[in-house]
């Protein structure tokens, strides 16, 4: 344990002892407000190849940026992640005739906010379909594939969804929290109780395998064997929860190397193209959803 943690644990658990709800009410505030870091180059590159956008999420102003043209993907970034976190499938999949959307989530990355839950993902993930939307599918990473899930599970419209080392929820990294900042086990459960309630929902709402049961759109899996942040078994339940999904297990990978692999992007390109995506919104520019290619296209079908 370093220093710093030494004397944060030290540190709540005196006020733990002398005002609990205050310390309860740190602990949620710490594990609520997601880091922010500053884009790598390549990220950087990717978001200039793009068209900046944003819009409003429960009182937040959202920013994230598109390329392409064609039926809509949706890139799901994980937790303190940013939309271009994601760029490595954005070529492939605008070469493949996608548009693709990557947003940063609420009090992530060039978006407003300081804190960030599972629901609030969420309804922005719905804001966004209910402005760009439908999608043909969505492609998430870490908390974003729970976040996803979840938002799928309660309609969002997409025709099928990659998961890329998704956690099966938040309660097992706020007991990991708790843990190492001196929480007794029975006041975790009573912080717990409480997040529920701050909430206005059940830890088992948001529970990924939970809510994947409920979907019925084709899934695919991926997650590796060695993925120290969040272990395979997440994965696996995903899997087996979700009715006919496929679930890829890669090794070597980790938890963030896996949005850069080669084989991991190709299996992921591979499963979309098996559900033959449907044109949506309106006919512009000079690509496959340019008016041009629409009526030569037509003119081919009655030939």
């Not at 719905?126 to 899930?149: C, E, K, M, N, W």
């Not at 409920?214 to 997650?223: A, F, K, S, T, Y």
């Not at 395979?232 to 899997?239: K, P, Q, R, S, V």
Request: with cysteine.
């Amino acid at each position: 344990m370093n220093l710093k943690l030494r004397l944060l644990r030290a540190a709540f658990r005196a006020t733990d002892a002398l005002a609990p709800e205050l310390a309860r009410r740190g602990a949620q505030r710490l594990f609520t407000r997601p880091p922010r870091h500053a884009p790598p180059t390549q990220e950087r590159a990717a978001l200039r190849r793009g068209e900046p956008f944003s819009f409003q999420s429960g009182g937040l102003k959202l920013r994230g940026c598109a390329w392409g043209e064609g039926p809509r993907v949706l890139l799901a970034h994980g937790w303190g992640g940013r939309g271009g976190q994601m760029h490595a499938f954005v070529e492939p999949l605008v070469e493949e005739g996608y548009s693709v959307l990557a947003f940063d989530g609420p009090g992530h990355g060039r978006s407003e906010g300081h804190t960030a839950s599972v629901p609030m993902f969420a309804r922005a993930m719905q804001d966004l379909a209910a402005i760009q939307g439908p999608f043909h599918a969505v492609l998430a990473h870490s908390f974003g594939g729970a976040t996803a899930t979840y938002a799928l599970s309660h309609g969002l419209p997409a025709s099928r969804a990659v998961l890329i080392a998704a956690p099966e929820g938040p309660e097992g990294f706020y007991r990991e929290l708790l843990t190492a900042l001196g929480f007794s086990e029975s006041r975790q459960e009573a912080c717990l109780r409480a997040m529920e309630r701050d909430y206005g929902l059940r830890l088992v709402d948001i529970h990924g395998p939970t809510r994947a049961a409920d979907i019925r759109i084709p899934g695919l899996v991926i997650h590796d064997t060695g993925d120290r942040e969040v272990p395979f078994h997440h994965g696996e339940a995903y899997a087996a929860a979700w009715p006919g999904a496929k679930l890829m297990r890669t090794e070597g990978l980790g938890h963030r190397r896996i949005l850069r692999d080669p084989g991991v992007i190709a299996a992921a390109m591979a499963f979309l193209r098996e559900g033959a995506p449907i044109a949506t919104g309106p006919l512009h520019g000079c690509g496959p959803r340019s008016l041009e290619a629409y009526l030569f296209q037509r003119e081919l079908r009655y030939a």
